[in-house]
């Protein structure tokens, strides 16, 4: 169990299960305590109140170095950085790379999400109990292997086992405009991205939309079960309009981690910077952080800081995925007629 | 419309467990049977035996035969999800569908089976069986609104509608009341002594008052002690049981001696 | 259909015997068509899980050698046939360990703060913005810890320490959530009884919570550490890429073994001459496979260690 996966806790004490002990110690007044028992508790609080510290810091200092590039004049900007590539302003830049970021990320997710649902089923209301765990342990493993692996994996094996896939799609399918084009010959294209980010999604949906699955009212699928229900019937009258919510957060929490991932996206893609929708056509789109991982090492003062000014971008995007998703869980947790 | 139920041998197991053990009775129809007995004395895993709601637990399975009108229940020809269209069942604690409205609770059994339902038939289907149900003039006025916004007792009889918009045969109860105030309690008693004209009724009750008033038959289930499972001690008219049981073991729990 | 398997079934019984078997052929398919599929999705869901190990494995396995672990990169080039990844496992070891040093203390007390004293406000907000945390992108985590210290040492600064307080940002919302967890589980009456002795409140937390939860609290931070240890992002762009061992976390860059592997990645195939005798072409590839399977190992013996710590440390009977 990951903590990226875990049930948020927001809102979670007004259920109060036995595992809760501590607010029936806390209720009991205002905490009256001197010397080392005070020093500990200002060490705890300052911790927390660090937490909060440490997310506006982020943005803070990504501001602040990001200064110089969001008002130097464009003119300037492109004749100092090389890898504007005639873009007027950096706004016209940003605007390509949030394409594509938003682009392959919503290709992972599309991927992703009904295998993840499927596997999450699979553990909570088929496989036998028995083995469930171990199952659900294997699914989590996806989630150990770190990204630059899944990046060589994708790059070296998945690649050129899909590049004939895409080749038999552009050939039947490309008069629909997705697979159109002239066909990339090694694969490095924005699908096959989309492909490695979903498996790395899959850990992350599945164990959320787990726990919503688990938790279920018992009643409710014996109802459905004894109305005479198939097992498929109980799962779409009882379940999966119970975990619905749940299912969106889980899916959100994975959006916010595709839109940020940069390794998959670095190795595989070969990059462009267009509005395009070719999805088996090399050098097309490229993402906002696989773009700064690529341009940050060699990049001057003004590059970088133009890098992090769309690294800005970056976070406040997946901020606000990360913040609704959350907000979404909250608020199931406290309406949900669970108990 | 109703059917009798014979039980043969009957085991039920919980892994290796045996919960209970070599159950024989017969359910009358188009009456009540009421199950009655202490605590873990395996009345309400009997009782979901009878519509194969049992075997819904991982681990769980059954021996023996349970039949209906001489079809055995557990034959391998048979579906269960069949057999749970003729055999209903309501709960202890009321559980419609939270995300669904008062008269898509009554239409869920319906809608699986059926999805091409008109509208005029759905609405009579919904109106009858809250009429069945006594509920109708309560919520006809807000059959949109959601089933969990009603009173636990409302709650209760639209499970009761919803189980017999299906139109099964029998109609199981597990201690439908247990969870209920005793003014939803009377009302869900007048509704049982109505609905045994036309099902067959099986209720698991802790109340023994309540089963002497709702019940022309009943069954007391004793257990010889913990991890021993469960027996069926007698069967007689309700009548011959709350006066004149036949064994001492009847006649001590129902006196309140022990349970 | 029925007559035959009914031996004592009465003449009447045949409907309701029909009835009792009917499935409707629709639904069933339906039923059966959704269990496939959910199963289908789990299988396909098991396969880049295999294909990933096993061609880590069958290609790491070639040189993953005592040479390999034992020497850097230094003064190899070409398609040198030699090189390793000890500068990789020094930069690798140091930073996390660092990174571990930060967060650890900051985790367990936030994580304390929510479950002994927060309320209000601030810990509604602490909880939630934790959970917001654990999704910042981790190339966001480079850049803030860059931009932190070009502020403060100028700008284009690259060394252990800030890859260390990237890893950090990234760390400490696991160790949060994970603590946390651990400390709930703690049951109320311990505490009771502590504070019904006399003891102070910080000495019950600390000898009482602490004591009980501390498997719980280890097996977290190995997972903490696992997750951290396989982010590339924000290592390239803090500490950034070098050939030979550096030990001082302060002073230059250090190689870490998942750059290690972008890096033999993107140097690609190299163009041997045909009768070269000393000269491999895969050999950026290889190094990156046995290095890959090096960092799976690692992550894989972190996990390995938190179970174990459950498994034996655990305190019975806990509520």
Same mark, same amino acid.
């Given at each position: 169990m990951t903590s990226t996966t875990s049930p948020p806790t927001a809102g979670r004490r007004s259920d109060g299960p036995p595992s809760r002990p501590a607010p029936a110690l806390r209720r009991s007044g205002r905490v009256r305590d001197r010397g080392a028992s005070r020093v500990f508790r200002w060490a705890a609080t300052g911790a927390g109140a660090l937490i909060l510290v440490v997310l506006a810091a982020v943005a803070v200092f990504l501001v602040l170095r990001a200064w110089p590039a969001l008002t130097t004049p464009a003119a300037e900007?492109?004749?100092?950085?090389?890898?504007?590539?005639?873009?007027?302003?950096?706004?016209?830049?940003?605007?390509?790379?949030?394409?594509?970021?938003?682009?392959?990320?919503?290709?992972?997710?599309?991927?992703?999400?009904?295998?993840?649902?499927?596997?999450?089923?699979?553990?909570?209301?088929?496989?036998?109990?028995?083995?469930?765990?171990?199952?659900?342990?294997?699914?989590?493993?996806?989630?150990?292997?770190?990204?630059?692996?899944?990046?060589?994996?994708?790059?070296?094996?998945?690649?050129?086992?899909?590049?004939?896939?895409?080749?038999?799609?552009?050939r039947y399918l490309g008069w629909i405009p997705l697979f159109g084009g002239d066909v990339s010959p090694t694969a490095r294209v924005i699908l096959t991205v989309g492909l490695v980010l979903a498996v790395m999604l899959l850990p992350i949906i599945t164990a959320v939309s787990r726990e919503v699955f688990l938790q279920t009212p018992r009643l409710h699928e014996e109802a459905a079960l004894a109305l005479?229900?198939?097992?498929?019937?109980?799962?779409?009258?009882?379940?999966?309009?119970?975990?619905?919510?749940?299912?969106?957060?889980?899916?959100?929490?994975?959006?916010?981690?595709?839109?940020?991932?940069?390794?998959?996206?670095?190795?595989?893609?070969?990059?462009?910077?267009?509005?395009?929708?070719?999805?088996?056509?090399?050098?097309?789109?490229?993402?906002?952080?696989?773009?700064?991982?690529?341009q940050f090492p060699e990049a001057n003062p003004l590059g970088v800081s133009a890098l992090i000014a769309t690294g800005l971008a970056l976070f406040v995007i997946t901020l606000l995925v990360n913040m609704a998703a959350r907000a979404i869980v909250a608020r199931r947790k406290d309406f949900s007629g669970a108990n | 419309m109703s059917q009798r139920i014979d039980v043969k041998d009957l085991n039920i197991f919980y892994g290796d467990f045996r919960a209970v053990a070599d159950i024989e009775m017969a359910v009358e129809p188009r009456s009540v049977t009421a199950f009655i007995g202490p605590s873990g004395c395996g009345k309400s895993t009997f009782l979901r035996t009878l519509n194969r709601m049992h075997e819904v637990i991982p681990g769980?399975?059954?021996?023996?035969?349970?039949?209906?009108?001489?079809?055995?229940?557990?034959?391998?020809?048979?579906?269960?999800?069949?057999?749970?269209?003729?055999?209903?069942?309501?709960?202890?604690?009321?559980?419609?569908?939270?995300?669904?409205?008062?008269?898509?609770? %009554?239409?869920?059994?319906?809608?699986?089976?059926?999805?091409?339902? @008109?509208? #005029?038939?759905? =609405?009579? !289907?919904?109106? $009858?069986?809250?009429?069945?149900?006594?509920?109708?003039?309560? %919520?006809?006025?807000?059959?949109?609104?959601?089933?969990?916004?009603? @009173?636990? #007792?409302?709650? =209760?009889? !639209?499970?009761? $509608?919803?189980?017999?918009?299906?139109?099964?045969?029998?109609?199981?109860?597990?201690?439908?009341?247990?969870?209920?105030?005793?003014? @939803?309690?009377?009302?869900?008693?007048? !509704?049982?002594?109505?609905?045994?004209?036309?099902?067959?009724?099986?209720?698991?009750?802790?109340?023994?008052?309540?089963?002497?008033?709702?019940s022309d038959r009943t069954a007391f289930f004793n257990l010889a002690g913990t991890g021993q499972p469960g027996r069926l001690v007698e069967i007689d008219e309700t009548s011959t049981i709350f006066s004149s049981p036949r064994e001492q073991s009847t006649e001590d729990y129902i006196s309140g001696r022990f349970g | 259909m029925t007559a035959a398997t009914a031996p004592v079934a009465p003449a009447g019984d045949a409907d309701l015997r029909r009835v009792l078997s009917a499935v409707d052929k629709g639904r069933r398919r339906r039923d059966r068509l959704m269990t496939g599929l959910v199963v289908g999705a789990f299988v396909v869901a098991m396969l880049p899980l295999v294909s990933v190990t096993w061609t880590v494995l069958a290609h790491g396995i070639e040189r993953f050698d005592a040479y390999f672990l034992t020497h850097s990169m230094r003064g190899v080039f070409g398609g040198m046939d030699a090189g390793g990844i000890y500068h990789a496992i020094v930069g690798t070891v140091e930073i996390?360990?660092?990174?571990?040093?930060?967060?650890?203390?900051?985790?367990?007390?936030?994580?304390?703060?929510?479950?002994?004293?927060?309320?209000?406000?601030?810990?509604?907000?602490?909880?939630?913005?934790?959970d917001v945390m654990t999704g910042i992108p981790s190339i966001v985590a480079g850049l803030f810890a860059y931009a932190l210290f070009a502020v403060i040492l100028g700008p284009g600064v690259r060394m252990g320490i800030v890859g260390s307080v990237a890893l950090s940002v990234l760390m400490i919302p696991v160790v949060v959530r994970s603590c946390e967890e651990m400390l709930r589980l703690v049951p109320n009456e311990l505490r009771e009884a502590a504070l019904a002795l006399g003891v102070p409140r910080w000495l019950t937390i600390v000898k009482v919570v602490l004591r009980t939860a501390v498997a719980g609290i280890g097996t977290g931070v190995m997972i903490a550490i696992a997750r951290v240890i396989g982010e590339t992002a924000p290592l390239l762009v803090t500490v950034g890429v070098i050939d030979s061992i550096n030990f001082n976390l302060f002073e230059g860059r250090m190689m870490t073994l998942p750059v290690?592997?972008?890096?033999?990645?993107?140097?690609?195939?190299?163009?041997?001459?045909?009768?070269?005798?000393?000269?491999?072409?895969?050999?950026?590839?290889?190094?990156?496979?046995?290095?890959?399977?090096t960092l799976i190992l690692i992550v894989m013996l972190l996990n390995l260690v938190a179970r174990l710590i459950t498994r034996f440390f655990a305190p019975k009977n806990l509520g």
């Open positions: 900007l492109t004749e100092k950085i090389t890898w504007l590539r005639g873009a007027d302003s950096l706004a016209a830049f940003v605007g390509p790379l949030v394409f594509g970021t938003v682009l392959a990320a919503a290709l992972a997710l599309l991927i992703a999400t009904p295998i993840a649902l499927g596997i999450a089923l699979f553990i909570s209301h088929y496989a036998p109990r028995r083995l469930a765990s171990g199952l659900g342990y294997l699914v989590d493993l996806l989630a150990a292997i770190p990204s630059v692996v899944y990046g060589l994996w994708g790059a070296l094996v998945l690649a050129p086992l899909v590049q004939p896939v895409w080749a038999w799609l552009n005479g229900a198939t097992r498929w019937e109980m799962i779409r009258t009882a379940v999966l309009p119970f975990a619905r919510s749940g299912i969106i957060s889980a899916a959100m929490l994975g959006l916010g981690r595709a839109l940020g991932e940069t390794m998959a996206v670095l190795m595989i893609l070969s990059p462009g910077f267009l509005y395009s929708f070719k999805l088996l056509v090399a050098g097309q789109q490229q993402t906002i952080a696989a773009n700064i991982a690529a | 769980a399975r059954v021996e023996g035969t349970v039949a209906m009108d001489g079809v055995d229940l557990y034959g391998n020809d048979i579906d269960p999800v069949a057999v749970r269209r003729q055999v209903g069942m309501v709960f202890q604690r009321p559980n419609p569908f939270p995300t669904m409205s008062i008269a898509e609770n %009554v239409l869920a059994g319906v809608r699986l089976n059926n999805r091409r339902i @008109s509208k #005029g038939d759905a =609405q009579d !289907l919904v109106e $009858a069986s809250l009429r069945g149900a006594n509920l109708w003039n309560e %919520v006809k006025d807000r059959l949109d609104r959601p089933g969990s916004g009603l @009173s636990g #007792g409302q709650q =209760q009889r !639209l499970c009761i $509608a919803r189980a017999i918009a299906v139109k099964p045969q029998v109609l199981l109860m597990d201690e439908p009341c247990s969870a209920l105030d005793p003014i @939803s309690t009377l009302a869900i008693e007048d !509704l049982i002594a109505e609905l045994k004209a036309s099902y067959t009724i099986v209720i698991v009750t802790h109340n023994m008052q309540q089963a002497a008033r709702v | 996390t360990l660092f990174a571990t040093l930060i967060s650890v203390p900051i985790g367990l007390l936030t994580a304390i703060y929510l479950v002994e004293y927060g309320r209000g406000a601030l810990a509604r907000s602490v909880t939630f913005f934790v290690y592997v972008y890096r033999q990645y993107q140097q690609g195939l190299v163009p041997c001459a045909p009768d070269a005798v000393d000269c491999v072409a895969t050999i950026n590839y290889d190094r990156a496979w046995a290095a890959a399977l």
